[in-house]
């Protein structure tokens, strides 16, 4: 993923598969991104400025590549398998007056 600094692009992440759908939270600015998942898994993401997170060399948590797994690669904050959905799809950080519980919660 990359942004326009106003004079040049800068990448903001990199290692995301297939990103389905991406917001940014209203309140914080925090960058939400939905992952389509390869073979097993799907994922959510929370992405820091200048992330890798892990594509190819991970699919959800799981390694499935060793040669490229590192400990810096920022792993996903929600994974779920096949089993429970085929496919991820982006929403928002709820901020509105519509239900107080779901304050601050990625949809």
């Given at each position: 993923?990359?942004?326009y600094t106003g004079q040049d692009w800068e990448p903001i992440a990199w290692?995301?598969?297939?990103?389905?759908?991406?917001?940014?939270?209203?309140e914080t600015g925090?960058?939400?991104?939905?992952?389509?998942?390869w073979q097993s898994w799907e994922e959510v993401n929370k992405v820091p400025l200048h992330a890798n997170l892990g594509w190819p060399a991970y699919e959800g948590t799981e390694c499935i590549k060793p040669e490229l797994c590192s400990a810096e690669m920022v792993q996903p904050l929600v994974v779920y398998d096949h089993e429970a959905g085929k496919s991820v799809t982006g929403g928002y950080v709820s901020r509105g007056p519509e239900g107080p519980a779901l304050?601050?919660?990625?949809?």
């Open positions: 993923m990359l942004r290692g995301l598969r297939n990103p389905w759908g991406w917001s940014f939270d209203r925090e960058l939400w991104v939905a992952d389509v998942g304050e601050g919660v990625y949809l």
